[in-house]
């Protein structure tokens, strides 16, 4: 393998990014960071051809990662990472296109504990189908759950007063009643929409009537509830059996990581009251700060 041809590649690919996708600063140094440890790898076990690597080679590059202790949503970027630089070497028709396939081949995302691959997650929220018993509300959990990031309890906890989806944003109550208002994307507000329209339950007075995701008889769910629709569709999706509602809540921040998102978002986005809590839940690492730091800091 030549080690100098696929640095000079990921020197391009970072200059692609900053000037052709008009990426922060931030991210390009993040993603340039996990190519980085890449190119370290490649030349250490003498990778035959980086530009046409095998399922077997990112596994061993997967299990590289897990050897250097990094954490899962950090192990997800880093496969980001190298699906985009992939995605511009085609692009560039350098690299064999079956790369960028394999990078987002499951079998890869499974060993990846923790965190769901957008696609994964896609699946997940295809579960509820037009011929089950609750397909409206569980597709709105769902949605609603990957679209805020929140906890279970928050998700079962949200009240009719709570959404506002003209404005496209609820307002959720964390851990300690702290409030926070939460973006809601299209899918997410049209899936509620749906579900309150024509398939939610409680009637006005009773014990749920406040809530917006109740059950049959219209009593407010419960966070083993949610836990338990959460394994049903992964069971029909066929994800790992550990995917809980928190792997949902851990992915939401990855991806929006993995996307270019500022931690002081993220932050915000999760209802952490302390950056240093964002900091350990995402394990962004500490480079990547520095680097902001120095970028933005005026004795930095």
């Known amino acids: ?4 041809e696929l640095i000079s590649d990921v020197l391009a690919f970072r200059h692609y990014l900053k000037a052709e996708r008009g990426m922060a600063e931030n991210t390009v140094i993040a993603y340039g960071h996990d190519l980085d440890r890449y190119a370290t790898w490649a030349a250490q076990v003498r990778l035959a051809n980086y530009l046409s690597p095998t399922l077997s080679d990112l596994t061993r ?5 897990h050897d250097e202790e990094l954490a899962a949503p950090s192990i997800a970027r880093h496969l980001v990472a190298l699906k985009m630089f992939y995605r511009f070497l085609r692009l560039e028709e350098r690299a064999n296109p079956s790369a960028v396939e394999l990078l987002g081949s499951p079998k890869l995302w499974e060993r990846v504990p923790s965190v ?6 896609d699946e997940l929220l ?3 189908r037009a011929g089950d018993r609750f397909y409206l509300r569980d597709r709105a959990m769902l949605e609603t759950l990957y679209a805020t990031g929140c906890r279970a309890s928050e ?13 496209a944003f609820c307002k ?14 299209k899918p997410a507000i049209q899936s509620l929409r749906d579900y309150i329209g024509g398939g939610r339950t409680a009637t006005p007075g009773s014990d749920g009537a406040e809530f917006v995701f109740v059950s049959r008889s219209g009593r407010e769910l ?14 029909r999706a066929n994800l790992p ?29 999760l209802g952490h009251s302390s950056i240093t809590t964002t900091q350990h839940y995402t394990h962004v690492d500490r480079a990547r700060l520095k680097a902001m730091h120095k970028k933005f800091h005026p004795r930095g």
């Open 126 to 128: 295809k579960g509820p």
């Open 1 to 4: 393998m030549n080690l100098n």
């Open 61 to 65: 590059y997967l299990g590289f990662l």
């Open 116 to 121: 769901l691959s957008p696609e994964s997650v």
């Open 222 to 235: 419960s966070r083993i509830d949610l836990w338990v629709l959460v394994k049903k569709y992964c069971l």
């Open 155 to 167: 998700v079962v906890g949200l009240r009719m007063n709570d959404l506002y989806l003209d404005a």
């Open 241 to 269: 059996t550990t995917v809980s509602p928190h792997t949902l809540r851990h992915s939401f921040a990855t991806h929006l990581l993995a996307g270019g998102a500022d931690l002081r978002t993220v932050q915000e986005l």
């Open 172 to 185: 959720c109550t964390g851990k300690g009643s702290k409030q926070r208002v939460v973006p809601l994307g």
